[in-house]
């Protein structure tokens, strides 16, 4: 084994001073708290209450963070904390539970930022005995984080840095043994990109940057090995409902993901024009088709696969013509480097999807900033005539260039916001982001339940905290002139997605539930003992929701970031002139949500963050 | 309707597919006969029996199922009148990923 970082020994001597037993099931009662700079670790208790009221998960990381002073730090300096967070329901059977939350506050929108991953690591590292990892410091040198039950150790990771995502995590566990499960950031993390990953077996904790802040501590990889379960407070009945939820996740409300994949989105979006194209001057695609999953099926081989614990198996990777391996396809990743670079070139797509996930970049971030810079290209603001909407060999060449850190890589690490304000020519105004954060794959404009939902959201322009999109896709609303009736249904969405990732489960799970607050409690009662209400449940998601803003506002929120770029609020689609959202009608619906919120009709939070 | 019960003949819908409909009943596209949407979802059932296994049931969409008319609103009630030129799009309401 390669020699430990001489300050490795204090890390183990320090932590076993400050061994704390577990005394709620489900929970080991601590969180492991690693500061990188001394050396030294501690296991710091958490309480069953505190438990109780933010459970795990994105709510657990932020109310650690807070605790941590993270909202008030640059998350790329020193003093920025990054936690890894797993929850009361990882290494339960239940399905879909094995998922971990990655949280800090993030470089790319200086606000908070909650991404999730799933899979073994999440198995893993709740094993150790801890409900957190928390990092705080900065390693002297680029090194791995080796967490071995009660050992702790750094070891050195020169000989993995600069390698991509895949075969870092090969390599290390060719060093440490099979039986550990291991986090990586790419060369985009060491480079401290603002969008870059972190990545763990093919899967990445993606959005915000997070990869980012784990490179600013020189942490190339976190290696995570345990024997230690937690009880359960009813296992029998576990096991059954289990069971139950299990032959539910293969009927008719997961087939999609599961037959599918979300990819098969893109031809429906694309029909409902709400498909954004070339950096949002369309809402639909002429060569949509040519990159369609159902397409993509024809002409090259697809396999499936799923995340450990879960029956959906919502992955499907596609083949790469070159010989160069299968990649995951997603949604997301298709609309990104697809429709919103003008590509429709299937092999250019595939080969941008996989190079995304080598480097650890987050392909939303990563394919908007591009777009973002072929506009600005093709408006002759920046020095690239190469780089031209729908030239599958320059969007290559600029996902390159973000890690080489050439000039205009420098600029697009930065993500659409920054680079915006430093192109100039008021390029801000369609800029494809909220917050910082580049905006998914569903026009606003067309979809303005959910274009509340990106103006709102603590993390930025984000899909997966607020799923208003299933208002807009409903009879509920009219989906281009939606009105304050919507508010309290994309509130619903909001505080079920703050449940889901604090309990873990994946949301992929969220059609099987006929009363998702009521049978989240019933689950969380039959693993801790608490005798826990849907009633409790949403209370506890409003308060996540709150606590999550209480820390953005810590971290210098003003009303003026709740808003869309120009472009969204003052050009209507041009295939659908209905498709119009006015800044008026935004600034409607943002008030409501505030009041809805009981926050003050500019969004602020009255109450101290310990009264919630 | 007037003029279905003098022609003796259904008017006639497009019909686009996507996602899981698509795959089930095997065609992008499609036509189906129908003043409502209840009943052009009876003859998408009748021609396309794999498709009513896991979309339609009877005159109604099955749960995690929506239609959309004309890229337009959405509906799901079986009564809902459709017009010359409506086209219905059927596909699955979780629309996210």
């Known amino acids: ?82 936690a890894f967070v797993f929850s009361p329901l990882v290494g339960s059977p239940l399905t879909t539970s094995a998922k971990f939350a990655v949280v800090s506050k993030s470089p790319l929108t200086q606000r908070i930022n909650d991404s999730l991953a799933s899979s073994g690591f999440a198995i893993a590292g709740k094993k150790t005995g801890h409900d957190a990892i928390v990092l705080v410091g900065k ?83 976190i290696a995570v090995r345990g024997s230690r379960r937690t009880e359960w407070a009813h296992p029998q009945e576990l096991v059954a409902l289990a069971k139950r939820l299990s032959e539910k996740s293969f009927g008719p409300a ?46 090259r081989e697809r396999t499936r696969s799923s995340c450990a614990a879960c029956t959906i198996g919502c992955e499907h990777l596609y083949g790469l013509k070159n010989g160069d391996g299968s990649v995951r396809l997603e949604y997301e990743n298709l609309f990104a480097l697809g429709p919103m670079c003008g590509i429709s070139d299937p092999e250019t797509v595939l080969a941008a999807c996989k190079l995304c996930d080598e480097l650890g970049l987050d392909t939303i971030s990563a394919g908007g900033t591009i777009a973002f810079a072929m506009e600005c290209a093709e408006r002759g603001y920046i020095d690239a005539p190469w780089l031209r909407f729908g030239d599958g060999t320059a969007l290559i060449r600029a996902l390159e260039s973000i890690v080489s850190g050439d000039e205009l890589g420098r600029l697009l690490a930065e993500g659409s916001r920054s680079m915006a304000l430093e192109v100039g020519h008021n390029s801000i105004a ?89 049978e989240a409690a019933e689950m969380l009662r039959l693993v801790t003992g608490w005798d826990v209400t849907a ?77 919630l | 309707m007037f003029q279905e019960r003098l022609s003796g003949v259904a008017m006639q819908v497009a019909v686009e597919l996507f996602g899981i409909p698509r795959a089930r009943a095997g065609v992008a596209q499609t036509s189906a006969a129908g003043s409502n949407l209840g009943d052009v979802l009876a003859d998408l059932a009748q021609k396309f029996p794999p498709l009513a296994e896991t979309c339609i049931d009877g005159r109604s969409l099955r749960a995690g199922f929506v239609v959309n008319l004309s890229a337009d609103r959405f509906v799901t009630s079986p009564e809902t009148p459709l017009a010359e030129g409506d086209t219905v799009l059927l596909l699955s309401l979780d629309a996210g990923g």
Request: proline residues 5%; hydrophobic residues 40%.
């Open chain 1, 1 to 82: 084994m390669t020699p430990a970082l001489p300050h490795a020994g204090l890390i183990e001597a320090s932590y076993r001073k400050k061994f704390v037993t577990h005394s709620v099931p489900g929970y080991h009662g601590c969180y492991l708290r690693v500061d990188l700079s001394t050396g030294s670790s501690a296991r710091i208790a958490l309480d069953e209450s505190r438990l109780r009221r933010v459970l795990g998960g994105s709510g657990l990381g932020v109310d650690i963070l807070l605790n941590e002073g993270a909202a008030e730090a640059d998350p790329l300096s020193e003093n920025a904390a990054l």
């Open chain 1, 139 to 221: 390693a002297p040198r680029p090194s791995v984080l080796v967490i071995d039950d009660e050992n702790v150790s750094l070891e050195p990771a020169d000989e993995l840095w600069g390698l991509a995502n895949r075969a870092a995590q090969d390599r290390l566990r060719e060093r440490l043994g099979a039986d550990y499960q291991v986090a990586t950031i790419g060369p985009a993390g060491e480079r401290l990109v603002r969008f870059a990953t972190i990545s763990h077996d093919g899967r990445h904790a993606g959005r915000g940057g997070s990869g980012a802040v784990l490179g600013a501590k020189n942490i190339k990889a």
């Open chain 1, 254 to 299: 997961t087939a999609k993901y599961r037959e599918l994949g979300t990819a098969t989105n893109l031809l429906a979006f694309n029909r409902l024009n709400v498909l954004p194209t070339r950096n949002f001057q369309q809402g639909s695609f002429a060569g949509a088709e040519a990159i369609s999953p159902e397409q993509l099926s024809v002409a």
């Open chain 1, 430 to 518: 369609f800029a494809p982001q909220v917050k910082g954060l580049e905006i998914p794959g569903y026009d606003p404009r067309g979809l303005q339940t959910m274009a509340l939902g990106f103006a709102v959201g603590t993390r930025g322009a984000d899909h997966n905290r607020s799923g208003a999109y299933e208002v807009d896709f409903s009879e509920a609303v009219d989906r281009r002139n939606v009105n304050t009736e919507a508010v309290p249904l994309a509130i619903e969405t909001e505080d079920k997605a703050a449940l889901m990732d604090s309990l873990i489960l994946c949301k992929f799970l969220r059609g099987v539930f006929s009363d998702f607050f009521a």
């Open chain 1, 535 to 611: 009633a409790e449940l949403r209370a506890t998601a409003a308060r996540i929701v709150t606590t999550k803003k209480q820390f953005n506002i810590r971290a210098g929120w003003t009303p003026a970031e709740d808003t869309l770029p120009e472009r969204i609020l003052h050009e209507a689609l041009p295939e659908d002139a209905r498709a119009q959202l006015s800044p008026t009608r935004l600034a409607t619906l943002i008030e409501a949500y505030n009041r809805a919120r009981g926050w003050t009709p500019a969004g602020y939070v009255m109450e101290d963050i310990r009264s």
